[in-house]
């Protein structure tokens, strides 16, 4: 059964405290992004990665980091520094010949306590 | 500053009307214009996207129109259905750089289709 996987679905931070978000694909894509989600504010950009081991930052990406070791996963660790982190986060991944078609996985929201 | 303008921010239409959500952009780079549909606690998902190089674009009930000049793109969704309510993103992409640093979307429209 192919697609996108995020966990855990609902995640609760205590403030001060980095928390990581998991996001694996079987679709063999090897592009991967993450996006933030906020009521009336549509998604925007936090990171995005081409290839294996490289990783470029988005429009909001202060206060987040990313890994890249496999070309399955991407995860997202959100960090104190980040201000304002509860929202619903997207993860999307897209074959690298046809980068404008991105696939989106179910997300998980996070709510810092 | 916001590159895609999407209106209206939500609709209501009746069961068997026709939606029409639009959206407006400023980068002339971008060559590629999906839609997505996204229901509560779910990811968004294609809907229907268009390039420049057409008009318009047909797929069952959703519709895009496109107008390269004016810079502005639609979604129509005929005989809509209570089914269709969900909120619906415009995005644009620029396919310069391979056009994997991602899509830049508007800010959403809430559908409500009243039965």
């Known amino acids: 059964d192919g697609g996108i996987t995020q966990s855990p679905k609902y995640l609760f931070r205590k403030e001060g405290q980095n928390v990581t978000l998991s996001c694996e694909q079987n679709l063999n894509h090897d592009a991967m992004y993450w996006y933030r989600q906020d009521p009336g504010q549509g998604l925007r950009l936090i990171y995005y990665s081409q290839i294996v081991n490289d990783f470029q930052k988005g429009d909001i990406a202060e206060g987040y980091s990313v890994s890249r070791e496999k070309k399955e996963s991407f995860p997202l660790t959100v960090t104190s520094a980040q201000k304002n982190p509860t929202a619903f986060y997207l993860c999307?991944?897209?074959?690298?010949?046809?980068?404008?078609?991105?696939?989106f996985g179910p997300g998980t929201r996070l709510t810092v306590l | 500053q916001q590159q895609v303008k999407q209106s209206p921010q939500s609709l209501i239409v009746q069961k068997g009307g026709i939606s029409i959500i639009n959206c407006a952009y400023e980068?002339?780079?971008?060559?590629?214009f999906p839609w997505y549909q996204q229901f509560p606690g779910k990811g968004p998902a294609l809907l229907i996207a268009i390039r420049p190089d057409v008009s318009e674009k047909k797929e069952g009930r959703f519709t895009i129109s496109f107008n390269k000049s004016a810079k502005q793109f639609s979604l129509h969704i005929m005989d809509s259905q209570p089914g269709d309510s969900a909120t619906y993103f415009c995005?644009?992409?620029?396919?310069?750089?391979?056009?994997?640093?991602?899509?830049?979307f508007g800010k959403g429209t809430h559908l409500i289709i009243q039965p």
């Open positions: 999307a991944s897209s074959p690298l010949g046809s980068t404008d078609t991105q696939y």
């Open positions: 995005a644009a992409v620029s396919g310069a750089g391979g056009g994997a640093d991602g899509l830049t």
């Open positions: 980068n002339t780079a971008f060559d590629y």
